[in-house]
């Protein structure tokens, strides 16, 4: 089992950057594959990035990709999401999520493990 904790979200003018973090406590966070989804107020939740369990692999929804990276450093136990040229549609609140399993998913019923998610507002 693994317990996430998202951090780094803040408001932020269109253009601005932003790095999130999600740090994990529990055994073999090594194991985990591990995804940021985000969900804006009265939408769905919906995905953002994925990484394989060694950060090899990534994978991003087509409205982020080229100015969105997911990283991680297993030492630390910890997932990141580096925002670059923010856009007022990407304010939401941002979770990480956790499966156990080397692939990564884009599906949110795919993902055991979920942070309590961190605020992103990007004002235009």
């Known amino acids: 089992q693994v317990q996430l904790v998202e951090s780094g979200g803040g408001l932020v003018q269109a253009g601005d950057s932003l790095r999130l973090s999600c740090a994990a406590s529990g055994r073999a966070f090594s194991s985990y594959s591990m995804g940021w989804f985000r969900q804006a107020p009265g939408k769905e939740r919906e995905f953002v990035a994925a990484?394989?369990?060694?950060?090899?692999?990534?994978y991003y929804a087509d409205s982020v990709k080229g100015r969105f990276t997911i990283s991680r450093d297993n030492a630390k136990n910890t997932v990141y999401l580096q925002m670059n040229s923010l856009k007022p549609e990407d304010t939401a609140v941002y979770y990480c999520?956790?499966?156990?399993?080397?692939?990564?998913?884009?599906?949110?019923?795919?993902?055991?493990?979920w942070g309590q998610g961190t605020q992103v507002t990007v004002s235009s």
């Open positions: 999520a956790g499966r156990f399993a080397s692939s990564f998913s884009n599906l949110v019923a795919d993902y055991r493990y």
């Open positions: 990484s394989s369990r060694a950060g090899g692999s990534t």
